[in-house]
């Protein structure tokens, strides 16, 4: 199956490292990021792995959960997540996905719906196409889909970038500029009148355009 930006995020039910879980259940009220991975034991997925259990923090300060996925099965991943520790100095502390009969994968359009086999002697060539960013809102749609190549780590301090952005979106009816920061002015979104603007930023908003109305960010900046 295809995904787009707002559907659904497709629901599963998973073994991880830290036990079974429904993925909605899971998900709760708040906000999710799932990031997939090729196969376990591989160098840029390594630093990746690391860095996100720095940024859980951040995350968590969000409202937002972090879930990992590679395809391989999960007694593999404890191995791993002690390689992780090691290198990279932060102990993996969200739950991995074990995906060796590539079912998650093929149900995110991560690798096509008739890939045939298991994990067992694929490789992370084979399963290069297992190298995205799913960030999926309370209402548990896609809102940003992203997939790096096996070669480029990831940008995990963009993906918090983009989150908060989104959060702002469906807070405050706001959109973000080019490369916009955590605490920098915001664009109205068209949708909302000047009427309507007027009892939402009493402060005033720059009119540089009709369709383009410039305001300082609206509730708490949140510091990194």
């Known amino acids: 199956m295809s995904i787009r930006l707002n559907d659904t995020a497709p629901d599963f039910q998973a073994e991880t490292t830290e036990g079974t879980i429904n993925f909605h259940n899971w998900i709760g009220n708040g906000w999710a990021i799932l990031f997939s991975h090729p196969k376990d034991f591989t160098p840029v997925c390594t630093t990746e792995l690391g860095y996100m259990a ?24 404890a191995e791993w997540a002690k390689d992780i520790e090691e290198t990279q100095g932060y102990a993996v502390n969200y739950p991995m996905i ?89 664009i109205i979104v068209p949708a909302v009148s000047d009427e309507e603007a007027k009892e939402k930023y009493p402060n005033g908003w720059k009119t540089v355009k009709p369709y383009l109305r410039i305001v300082a960010q609206p509730g708490e900046t949140i510091m990194n």
């Open 54 to 77: 720095k940024l859980a923090p951040e995350f968590k300060q969000r409202n937002c959960k972090v879930i990992g996925l590679s395809v391989d099965p999960v007694g593999r991943h």
């Open 98 to 186: 074990g995906d060796p009969d590539l079912a998650i994968a093929k149900l995110y359009d991560m690798l096509p719906a008739d890939e045939p086999g298991t994990s067992e002697g694929r490789t992370a060539a084979t399963n290069q196409t297992v190298r995205s960013v799913f960030i999926i809102g309370p209402d548990k749609k896609i809102k940003l889909m992203l997939t790096y190549p096996m070669a480029t780590g990831r940008n995990f301090d963009e993906i918090l970038r983009v989150l908060d952005s989104l959060q702002l979106t469906a807070g405050y009816k706001v959109a973000t500029p080019v490369n916009w920061k955590n605490g920098e002015d915001v």
